[in-house]
């Protein structure tokens, strides 16, 4: 069975950090490119970020700068880090693989003000 499970979602102030873990099982993931989502209550599910699996990052003009993504490809592992975190960066995280054909449960961030 082919898994994402995301963890680190937690409640933190406005200015501080975050790391996001994205564990993969049941498939060799360092052959996809993997990515970052969110989704805010009452919003649409947004791309944030994505690591392709050559190693290329990309980042949305919203979070670049503050986030970085990266892989631990022997371990399958897509982390975020997250700093200076703001209140609009409140939202569900998930993570994805493959164009993305796989996707995590989703972890919560909570930013507040």
């Known amino acids: 069975e082919v898994q994402l499970v995301e963890s680190g979602g937690d409640l933190v102030q406005s200015g501080g950090s975050l790391k996001l873990s994205c564990v993969g099982s049941?498939?060799?993931?360092?052959?996809?490119?993997m990515s970052w989502y969110r989704q805010a209550p009452g919003k649409e599910r947004e791309w944030v970020s994505d690591q392709s699996k050559t190693g290329s990052t990309n980042y949305a003009a919203s979070v670049m700068g503050r986030f970085t993504i990266s892989r631990d490809y022997d371990k399958n592992i897509l982390y975020l880090q997250m700093n200076n975190l703001k209140t609009e960066d409140t939202a569900m995280y998930y993570c994805?693989?493959?164009?993305?054909?796989?996707w995590g449960q989703g972890t919560q961030v909570t930013v507040s003000a």
């Open positions: 049941g498939y060799a993931f360092s052959r996809c490119g």
């Open positions: 994805a693989a493959c164009s993305p054909k796989y």
